[in-house]
């Protein structure tokens, strides 16, 4: 009943744009990512992405635009699945299957998250229809360690009204949830989501795409 309503609520507060949200996901494939940490980052975003209350959520604001990509060094950026209009459960599941199922095509370079950032404000500007929010959503591990910072990018960049938003991966001892607050996330509502290691990718995934598409309600009933 729960889930119904929030759904109800949702197809109500829609408005009349075509384009509700232009969702760009950008994934860590850095050096600090072994083989093992990939395949639980992929197969995490695709259960997240396949569960009910996330395609179900995407269907109730009459679909939203995706794309997702791979990045680590300055110059190694590379599409994972193309700009695509979801607006049904079996469009979203092959979108997720998709994601799951991509291969890795770097692993050994430097974590370049002001290139990484340039990358996805670019498919931004060239994505096919303008919609009413535009965001990134950045998976990491780790602080950028080569090429120019976030902050650079985001001055050379038009930012205006393009939310960033992180998902932060952290391992015991770590905090790399404060760099990725105080340097990182940029725009209207921007947040960190925090999984704690790369077996609770999923679960972090889907409150953040819950939250990202506009439905709080699921993100609290699904913690």
Known sequence: MALAAALGAVILAKGASACS?????ALDVSASVDPDEFA???KG?????RSDAVAQAIVAQGGIWLTAYEWSG???QYEQFPWTFLDTES???EAANAIAGTRRLAEDFPTSLGFALSHGLGLLRDAPEACTRRVIDVSSDGESNDGFSPATAYKEWDMDGITVNALVIEEPRSDIASYYRERVIHGP???VEVADGFEDYERAMRRKLLREIGVMAFAQVRR
Not at 21 to 25: G, P, Q, R
Not at 45 to 49: E, I, M, T, V
């Open 40 to 42: 639980l980052q992929q």
């Open 21 to 25: 949200l232009a969702l760009v996901l």
């Open 91 to 93: 469009a979203v599941l």
């Open 189 to 191: 509502g921007a947040f």
């Open 74 to 76: 300055k110059r190694h």
């Open 45 to 49: 975003l695709g259960a997240a992405l």
